[in-house]
């Protein structure tokens, strides 16, 4: 009741209530449920993250809580709508942690107690997630799912939001972009920042073909030194090589382009900049710019773990309203097997660095609700 009447250092009080959350004392645990309880009633989103924090450091009195919590919703669940895709991820997580999948196939027999209310809670925040469509929640979700890639119960809510996502984000094509893409069946309709960049990354995709396959093209990113002994050139060579290729592959490809997409270095005002790369495409009936940012690592370089948010992600998306980014990694593993002045902590192979950055990827782009994509390409010399 102080809480729902605003009450001066109600809030408060019932916050320091959940510090009793580890108590072996059987009241005071009670004491903290109570508050947890009333903080979820009446403002969920506002106090989820000092609950939630409660829960994770007692679990036992954390289920209980979360149970309790479930069951006085009635199977009404709008108070998860005051949730981030953030929060919802992170309740869910704990709870599939916590509840044995044969609990969750079981959830619809039998008679609905406090315990079934806390597994049905489980589904349902991952649902409400999935439900928004939005870049938030198909991020939030993928990460979560990323914990556990064989588990394809939760793979089919990533696969909900993306359609959710899909659908809010559908534009109908105009006349004179399904004309294009009937004339040429190898264009790509492109109609904003993010699909250009997932179409960059399939170019990027291509040519690391390129580089590994009969042209075997990643020997121009060497220099033989003295005979047997190689290493690799500077970045910017690195990204001219990327940058002629995409000039290749990107021109005629985007249906409804109203010319060639631009690609150049970022604004010369820009510190160490060189090297990057973006790429613009004027698209649609309202010659609308669709823009990606991308950075270019070489898998030596001591900035290769963290250049991802402090130079793709704050120096130029977070800038640059409605925009895009790639972060590019070149692996180059010499022939005797090491990695060329491995900078980073990203791991002894070329698999572990592509899942460290694309765990990265996912949080920085649900943190700006921009898409981010990781590609690691690999430029080793065999």
């Keep these: 009741m102080l809480l729902a009447g605003r009450v001066p250092g109600a809030a408060e009080y019932a916050l320091s209530l959940l510090d009793h959350a580890r108590s072996r004392d059987h009241t005071q645990r009670e004491r903290a449920q109570a508050a947890a309880l009333a903080l979820l009633h009446e403002s969920p ?119 959710a996502f899909a659908r809010s984000a559908w534009r109908k094509a105009s006349i004179a972009e399904l004309r294009d893409l009937a004339e040429q069946h190898q264009r790509r309709l492109v109609r904003s920042s993010e699909e250009l960049a997932d179409l960059i990354a399939e170019s990027l995709e291509e040519f690391e073909s390129d580089l590994q396959g009969e042209a075997g093209i990643a020997r121009n990113l060497w220099d033989e030194t003295r005979p047997g002994h190689w290493e690799h050139k500077n970045e910017e060579h690195f990204s001219d090589n990327l940058r002629a290729h995409l000039a290749r592959h990107l021109g005629g490809r985007i249906a409804g382009a109203h010319r060639e997409p631009q690609i150049r270095p970022p604004s010369n005002d820009v510190p160490g900049a060189r090297g990057d790369l973006v790429v613009t495409a004027h698209v649609g009936e309202g010659n609308r710019a669709a823009q990606v940012f991308i950075e270019v690592k070489g898998s030596w370089n001591r900035k290769v773990d963290t250049a991802m948010k402090s130079q793709l992600a704050d120096r130029y998306v977070a800038r640059t309203e409605g925009t895009a980014g790639i972060y590019v990694v070149g692996w180059f593993a010499s022939p005797g097997g090491g990695v060329e002045g491995r900078g980073g902590s990203l791991g002894q192979s070329i698999g572990e660095c592509r899942e460290s950055l694309a765990r990265q990827a996912d949080e920085l782009s649900r943190t700006l609700g921009r898409r981010i994509v990781a590609v690691v390409l690999d430029c080793s010399l065999r």
């Design 45 to 163: 989103g506002e106090h989820f993250g000092a609950v939630m924090r409660a829960a994770e450091s007692s679990p036992e009195w954390g289920e209980h809580l979360m149970g309790h919590w479930a069951y006085g919703m009635h199977r009404e669940w709008g108070p998860l709508d005051e949730l981030t895709e953030e929060h919802l991820c992170r309740l869910g997580g704990w709870l599939h942690q916590r509840t044995p999948r044969h609990e969750i196939e079981a959830l619809h027999s039998g008679i609905y107690t406090i315990e079934r209310a806390r597994i049905d809670l489980l589904p349902n925040c991952l649902h409400t997630c999935a439900q928004r469509g939005s870049p938030e929640s198909v991020s939030a979700l993928r990460l979560l799912a990323g914990r556990d890639p064989a588990d394809a119960w939760l793979r089919g809510f990533v696969l909900e939001a993306e359609e």
